[in-house]
């Protein structure tokens, strides 16, 4: 079983800046896929980003937002800039392996001025 905790969201005004974080525990290798999602009220849970455990990338919006990955300490990182109101949601964090698909409770960010 692997567990995922978020932190780092909040309330930001409109153009600047928060870097989220999730810490991954339990039986987490550096074979997962991780990842961010998030899904705003009414509305479907969509792809932030992405990282393989060898630093490969997907991204959204490869501008506003950077994905990290610290395999020593099990933790991945969204760096986000240039925040928009449209990028108020609950970010969730997957970590994802074979058939095996992990979610945290996600972390609310509200881009508000």
């Known amino acids: 079983q692997v567990q995922l905790v978020e932190s780092g969201g909040g309330l930001v005004q409109p153009g600047g800046s928060l870097r989220l974080s999730c810490e991954a525990s339990?039986?987490?290798?550096?074979?997962?896929?991780m990842g961010w999602y998030r899904q705003a009220p009414g509305k479907q849970r969509e792809f932030v980003a992405s990282i393989t455990g060898d630093g490969v990338i997907s991204s959204a919006d490869y501008v506003r937002f950077t994905i990290s990955r610290d395999n020593a300490k099990n933790t991945v990182y969204l760096q986000m800039n240039s925040l928009k109101p449209e990028d108020t949601a609950v970010y969730l964090c997957n970590a994802k392996y074979t058939y095996y698909s992990h979610w945290g409770q996600g972390t609310q960010v509200t881009v508000s001025s």
């Open positions: 339990g039986n987490i290798h550096s074979g997962y896929i």
